[in-house]
């Protein structure tokens, strides 16, 4: 079992140099492709968020591609800060691009970082979104440990990614995803608060409000 899940993860970083996000033109495919999907996380966590009493804070999305779901959260909450973390210079581009024709630059940031060594000091964002990185980035539990160390204690977090299934035999993308028991455990090696885990036929969500 353990040779299998090193197998897997080998798979996935293979995966990601293949694919190459710092590629222009692969980056625009991605975003194109991505865009509904993003759309309907921002509606979604908007919702929940405003369920929740939630009216302004600061916003970190560790992974933030080309920006459109912390775009959407900007609509919905006009005084709340906004900052986007990755690595893909094209996707942090396109990013700015459309945060700035959206009239809303002035309260988002998009900046290169890891989101395994966050830059951002402790206890400093009152909400952090996380999607589709889990199966993607190296080291998941660093990840993890770093998002818990930048969210305040009584912060709103939000992870979701790709969930492996049968759906994989067609989609390259979800055949490098994880099961649910596979996240599981990587969860349970990190030290990240306790939270609420459910599932869909292409998802798996991660929610944790406050402690």
Same mark, same amino acid.
């Given at each position: 079992?353990?040779? =299998? ?11 990601? /140099? ?15 492709? /991505? ?7 921002? /509606? ?18 560790? @992974? ?70 889990? /199966? ?11 998002? =818990? ?10 992870? *979701? ?9 067609? =989609?390259?993308?979800?055949?490098? *995803? ?16 306790? @939270? ?11 929610? *944790?409000?406050?402690?």
């Amino acid at each position: 079992m353990e040779l =299998e899940y090193e197998g897997r993860i080998f798979y996935m970083r293979n995966l990601i /140099h293949e694919k190459n996000f710092n590629n222009e033109d692969f980056a625009e495919e991605y975003a194109k492709k /991505h865009r509904k999907m993003a759309e309907r996380f921002g /509606h979604e966590y908007s919702e929940k968020l405003s369920r929740r009493g939630f009216q302004k804070g600061r916003i970190l999305d560790t @992974g933030c591609g080309f920006g459109w779901t912390d775009i959407i959260l900007a609509q919905k909450f006009p005084d709340s800060e906004f900052v986007g973390i990755d690595l893909s210079e094209p996707l942090l581009q396109k990013a700015k691009t459309l945060a700035q024709s959206s009239n809303l630059d002035g309260r988002i940031r998009f900046e290169k970082a890891d989101v395994q060594q966050i830059p951002y000091g402790d206890k400093s964002f009152d909400v952090i979104l996380n999607l589709n990185m889990v /199966h993607l980035v190296d080291n998941s539990v660093e990840m993890l440990n770093e998002i =818990e160390r930048v969210l305040k204690p009584n912060g709103f977090l939000f992870i *979701a990614d790709l969930r492996r299934s049968c759906i994989g035999l067609i =989609e390259k993308e979800i055949k490098s *995803a994880l099961t649910l028991g596979e996240v599981r455990d990587l969860f349970s090696q990190s030290s990240l608060r306790k @939270g609420i885990f459910s599932t869909s036929l292409l998802w798996w969500r991660f929610e *944790a409000y406050g402690l």
